[in-house]
Nanobody, 125 residues
């Protein structure tokens, strides 16, 4: 089992940057592909970015491609989401999630096995 704790959310102006972190417990972190999802008020949870077990493969939603970067440090059991050029529509609770599978270009919340509790990102205009 994996426990995930996100941090790094906050309030930022449009055009600014934030880096989210997700710390994982357990010795098997490198056995999991990791993803970041987000949920805006009144909307469904949506996929943002994913990274493979070793970090060699990544995949991004079109809405964040070119602005967000996902990375991981298996020695620190941590996955990151660097968010640049933030827009008000990026405002959401951001969740870190883990899965033993790699879904290629088809990432859905139902496919993730473990979730953190989320961290709130608010982008002001």
């Amino acid at each position: 089992q994996v426990q995930l704790v996100e941090s790094g959310g906050g309030l930022v102006q449009a055009g600014g940057s934030l880096r989210l972190s997700c710390a994982a417990s357990g010795r098997t972190f490198s056995s999991y592909a990791m993803g970041w999802f987000r949920q805006a008020p009144g909307k469904e949870r949506e996929f943002a970015a994913a990274i493979s077990w070793s970090g060699g493969n990544t995949y991004y939603a079109d809405s964040v491609k070119g602005r967000f970067t996902i990375s991981r440090d298996n020695a620190k059991n941590t996955v990151y989401l660097q968010m640049n050029s933030l827009k008000p529509e990026d405002t959401a609770v951001y969740y870190c999630a883990a899965t033993r599978l790699w879904y290629g270009s088809n990432w859905y919340a139902d496919g993730m096995h473990y979730w953190g509790k989320g961290t709130l990102v608010t982008v002001s205009s």
